[in-house]
């Protein structure tokens, strides 16, 4: 008999005991996720399941975890299936889930009550900044599977509607672990393109499971981060994802989605027709109107005795033309009679009629002399008359007694 284990063996054996425990080998555990981490180079997920009292670590491979219909969320409660055993390089046991189920629909509400909370925290369903669609769209958008009934049921309705519009299809998986990155990656694709007129992401319906990746926190981020508008279709009108609440629009199936993003040609082609036929009778009733008015004006009486209609107008412009002229002839005569006085008035004033009464100008150098003072005796000076110029020579000065000059 051994009297001591190694660490290895002492873990193998430990191991080997829970492999041969029955109930073990095949159990059911239900609880809260929590610390949730899903290694997508692996596909690994590593997870804690807890209640009030405890908790159990637990490992879902790759080959299990790709079967799930929802990528697992912190706060989850579910119902984990599998077997316990150690994994002996530390020590640890822990549960091999094989199989993950939501604990009943309250557990899924609960959960997805709260994540909506939160999101809409962050503004994600805030009404104000939801934008209208597009009148007319020339390139959509799609983010879907390629292997989904929703795209085929997208593109036929596209193309029905409108043969000459392009669709730009971002691949996705539309449940399963991978989903919910892949969903988010394709819509930032699809706004980095960014030559679309609005984006439809969706799939058909399902289960709640099926429909979770609508309901995680990076696609409905990735919904109201869009720069384009967005038409969600999740599922059928019974289903209400978190993602048709971030959208722009949300449509109760793909076939709506596609109807609401593109206006029908054939309906448009008809209310073409429609408002041509209007406007063809409004422009006959307009020309019939026109013409009815014309056949009024014809009938004037100016048309058949133009010189009779035009007469008293003809008679009254003749009343004002001699009007105008015989005030225009009195303000003429007013003006001239102005003139006249006001010539005579300046003749009066004149230098020359002065001088011609008798008086004289006296210049010195060109200047008027105006006192005795300005000259000596013996200067020359200019006597300027009415009919002319001497030049004289002062022999004497005398001045006034009261300042004057003699």
Request: hydrophobic content about 40%; proline content about 3%.
């Amino acid at each position: 008999m051994r009297d001591y284990f190694t660490v290895q063996g002492l873990n193998l054996y430990i191991e080997q005991l829970f492999s041969a425990d029955e109930v073990l080998s095949s159990v059911r555990v239900k609880g809260e996720i929590s610390g949730f981490k899903f290694y997508r180079q692996s596909g690994h997920m590593y997870f804690t399941l807890k209640d009030e009292d405890a908790a159990l670590n637990c490992v879902m491979f790759k080959s299990r975890a790709a079967r799930l219909k929802f990528m697992p969320e912190d706060g989850m409660e579910v119902l984990v299936s599998g077997y316990v055993s150690v994994y002996s390089k530390q020590g640890r046991y822990q549960l091999y889930a094989e199989d993950m189920q939501a604990d009943g629909d309250g557990a899924w509400y609960r959960y997805l009550e709260k994540l909506k909370l939160e999101l809409n925290a962050e503004g994600c369903f805030d009404p104000a900044r939801k934008r209208p669609l597009p009148p007319m769209a020339n390139r959509i958008g799609i983010v879907s599977s390629l292997e989904g009934a929703a795209l085929r049921d997208i593109l036929r309705i596209l193309q029905e509607r409108c043969p000459s519009l392009q669709a730009v299809i971002a691949h996705s998986a539309v449940q399963g672990p991978e989903a919910p990155a892949e969903l988010a990656a394709a819509m930032e694709r699809l706004n980095r393109y960014g030559a679309l007129d609005v984006i439809i992401i969706g799939r058909g319906g399902g289960s709640m499971e099926d429909l979770m990746a609508f309901n995680s926190p990076e696609v409905v981020r990735a919904v109201a981060a869009s720069r384009l508008p967005v038409i969600s279709a999740v599922g059928h009108e019974v289903d209400v994802s978190l993602c048709d609440l971030a959208a722009d629009v949300r449509a109760a199936t793909p076939t709506q989605a596609a109807q609401l993003a593109v206006s029908d040609g054939r309906e448009l082609k008809a209310r073409c027709r429609q408002l041509e036929n209007r406007l063809s009778l409004r422009m006959e009733w307009i020309m019939r109107e026109r013409a009815q008015r014309f056949d009024q004006i014809m009938a004037y009486r100016v048309w058949s005795d133009a010189e009779a209609v035009l007469k008293p107008s003809r008679y009254r412009l003749e009343q004002l033309g001699g009007k105008i002229e015989r005030v225009m002839e009195r303000q003429h005569q007013q003006r001239q009679q102005r003139l006249s006085s006001s010539a005579e008035g300046l003749d009066r004033l004149s230098p020359l009629k002065v001088m011609a009464r008798g008086y004289a100008i006296v210049l010195k150098d060109g200047a008027i002399v105006r006192s005795a003072q300005a000259v000596a005796s013996g200067e020359e000076a200019d006597v300027r008359l009415s009919d002319g110029t001497v030049k004289v020579r002062v022999l004497e000065r005398s001045f006034l007694a009261d300042g004057g000059t003699t």
